[in-house]
């Protein structure tokens, strides 16, 4: 396996066990489909981490992992929000 798809394996890895924790931490009802679809999305987030080395070429892999846990415990609610009020667009308040 080459470094790339163990970076990319290592990120969803960190996304997943986040989400699953995440999961069991709530206090909300939780079934296996709630837990799978918080890993795989919180997985997809944390994926997404690998992107920062267009930005940041010599980043190295402590440092991708820990983005990736920061964008998977931000979730996609927060990361929403973040882009909304960077971009200008609405807070999503009605």
């Known amino acids: 396996m080459d470094n790339d798809t163990k970076l990319l394996a ?4 960190t996304g997943a ?3 699953l924790g995440k999961t069991l931490a709530s206090t909300g009802p939780s079934n296996w489909k709630i837990a ?17 080395v267009v930005i940041f070429p010599a980043l190295s892999f402590p440092a991708h992992v820990g ?8 979730g996609t609610t ?3 929000s973040l882009f909304s009020r960077f971009l200008g667009g609405s807070d999503g308040s009605k």
């Open 10 to 13: 290592s990120l969803g890895v």
């Open 17 to 19: 066990i986040i989400g």
């Open 36 to 52: 799978l679809a918080r890993c795989i999305t919180t997985a997809g987030l944390s994926m997404s981490a690998a992107f920062a």
């Open 67 to 74: 983005l990736a846990a920061a964008l998977a415990s931000l």
């Open 78 to 80: 927060a990361l929403e």
